[in-house]
């Protein structure tokens, strides 16, 4: 048989308890304190509740020397093993073993309220751990019998990733046109692929003269059997004071 090498804990100990021989019980109300002999107990010693694995044990030593005078191994609480008597709550009768399967009840005795309230308190509080213990295992072994969610990749599986509020910039897209820039629209009745104006900022019109004074000097009338690819011809600027100033064929850039 493998060795059992779970570790014993201390739940409990109390230096001083009293232990009474104790009549057979009459009736099934349960054991009473007063009918033991409380003035002379059967042994005093120190008490242990160890606890190894689910298992609770009360031992009973000698307080001198620590020899161990009788133990009670505890199965669950309450229980059979462990039993509260009917006038008292300083009292209890425990189910001790001599590891020969052989047992005997004997009554069990605190001299103060506050040890077996201690007591009490010891054993509730490891077998609800144990309870506590039972159930997740319980709710682990139904996790691990429900079948898995496979989440995997199968082969030639791809995922799609959609990133929102980014914009691709669209290549060759057209540059907005200044607003208010740019050249001089043509003339009425100007022929398509002329001359355009030279680059520069904007440009202003002036505003129509009210003076019967010509606004451009125009040069000879063409002749009419050699028609001109511009039917502007040639000017110069308006009311230059210097005539020197010839305007090449084309448009005249305003400044």
């Given amino acids: 048989m ?16 009293h232990v009474y021989r104790i009549p057979p019980r009459a009736s099934n109300r349960g054991y ?22 689910k298992m609770a044990y ?7 020397t620590g020899e161990l005078f009788a133990q009670a ?19 209890f009768v425990i189910k001790i073993e001599d590891g020969n399967v052989r047992h005997a009840f004997i009554g069990l005795g605190f001299a103060d309220r506050g040890d077996s309230f201690d007591f009490n308190v010891a054993l509730q509080d490891h077998f609800k751990w144990v309870r506590q213990e039972g159930e997740l295992a319980k709710q682990e072994a139904s996790q691990s019998a429900a079948p898995k969610l496979d989440l995997s990749f199968k082969e030639g599986q791809t995922i799609k990733i ?13 540059r907005p046109r200044p607003v208010g820039g740019g050249l001089l629209p ?22 129509v003269q009210t003076d019967t004074a010509p606004l451009f000097d125009f040069g000879s009338p063409v002749p009419a059997a050699q028609p001109s690819s511009d039917v502007w011809g040639d000017f110069t600027s308006a009311g230059s004071n210097s005539s020197k100033d010839a305007v090449k064929a084309g448009w005249v850039q305003f400044s």
Avoid: F
């Fill in 58 to 64: 009360i031992k009973l030593e000698d307080k001198n």
């Fill in 162 to 174: 959609s990133i929102g509020n980014i914009k691709k910039k669209e290549v060759g897209a057209a």
């Fill in 186 to 207: 043509p003339p009425p009745g100007a022929k398509a692929g002329g001359p355009a104006l030279p680059p520069g900022g904007q440009q202003t019109v002036p505003a």
């Fill in 73 to 91: 191994p505890v199965e669950e609480y309450p229980g059979s093993t462990v039993e509260g008597v009917v006038d008292s709550s300083r009292y």
């Fill in 32 to 53: 009473r304190a007063a009918d033991w002999k409380l003035d002379e107990p059967a042994w005093s010693g120190r008490m242990k509740i160890t606890a190894k694995g």
């Fill in 2 to 17: 493998a060795e059992d090498n779970t570790y014993e804990s201390m739940l409990c100990v109390k230096p001083e308890v």
